[in-house]
């Protein structure tokens, strides 16, 4: 897989690339983002990895204006920021995944694996397909922001859709909860997950805690490895 890596701290830099060409892919790795713009343009990735906290033109940026050219790469930021809102804010520009630092490097590669498995991507010079999460009988269009249950529309406000769509995205790992904070008005990641919860369960769909760490999404009839 051809990758590009886009991260101004040389060491994390370095440490995803050594870790990514061990296992078999091909990694440039640039620090600027109006650069990584203009290689985005004119070379084909499979994949980008792209810090949120560059300098100059930062990740955002970088993520909205490939998505306003209408290439479907498929992409991830890489963030110390993991508030909510920030998840949002980015999934909305266009990625396809949000990872917090610090994190393990299996960790990332197992995310990025999981995009790729939901499909709709083209490449850097490819179409404009949907990128679609599916997880057992729920589906998510991420593109139209659509979603549905076992087949049927299912409506979500906006910070039902963010934390769904984390969850999701998680591929049946553990969420910390730290990643999914309170909004702007105070209200508490519990407040939507109490909301979710009687909606997903009819269907099969549990969003589990974890004591002391967070939550997950997963099928009634998964292995159950924590109690709520």
């Keep these: 897989m051809h990758v590009l890596l886009v991260e101004d701290d040389p060491e994390l830099s370095d440490g995803i690339a050594c870790f990514l060409r061990g296992q078999g892919d091909t990694v440039v790795q640039e620090s600027d ?19 949120a906290g560059l300098p100059g033109l930062g990740g955002y940026e970088v993520v909205r204006r490939v998505r ?12 110390a920021r993991n508030t909510l809102d920030d998840r949002i804010y980015g999934l909305d520009l266009g990625a396809d995944d949000y990872l917090t630092k610090p994190f393990q490097l299996a960790e990332l590669t197992a995310r990025m694996r999981a995009v790729l498995r939901r499909g ?50 998680a591929d049946g790992r553990t969420v910390p909860k730290e990643s999914l904070r309170a909004d702007a008005s105070g209200n508490a990641v519990e407040v939507y997950v109490s909301r979710l919860r009687p909606r997903l369960e009819p269907a099969g769909l549990l969003i589990r805690t974890v004591r002391g760490f967070g939550y997950r999404l997963e099928l009634k009839n998964a292995d159950k490895r924590a109690d709520a």
């Design 68 to 79: 306003h050219r209408s290439q479907t790469l498929p992409m991830m930021l890489i963030t």
């Design 120 to 169: 709709g991507h083209g490449g850097a010079g490819g179409g404009t397909g949907g990128r679609e999460i599916v997880f057992g009988p729920l589906t998510l269009d991420a593109d139209g922001r659509l979603a549905s249950l076992n087949g049927e529309p299912l409506t979500l406000t906006a910070r039902e859709w963010a934390l769904l769509e984390v969850l999701a995205g």
């Design 33 to 51: 983002g109006m650069r990584a713009d203009q290689l985005l343009q004119n070379q084909r990735f499979d994949f980008a990895l792209v810090d």
